[in-house]
């Protein structure tokens, strides 16, 4: 697939919280999409509610919000 010229930045949502010793391939996933992104020269902007987590490093993306997402109605 063609990259898009006219997208500059791209937000991410994070996997939020996790169970000890499931649903890391969620996380590693999240940080890969992260990673390819930035190769494309794209700004990418994370929100995760899970700070403990390789997805909130400051390598990974170029802004971290570290934020609880929820709906408001």
Do not use: H, W
């Amino acid at each position: 697939m063609p990259r898009r010229k006219d997208l500059k930045k791209v937000m991410v949502i994070g996997s939020g919280p996790i169970i000890i010793g499931q649903a890391a391939e969620f996380d590693y996933a999240g940080t890969q999409a992260c990673r390819s992104l930035k190769e494309e020269g794209l700004t990418v902007v994370l929100i995760n509610s899970n700070p403990a987590t390789i997805m909130t490093d400051a390598d990974i993306a170029d802004r971290v919000y570290i934020e609880p997402l929820t709906p408001e109605f």
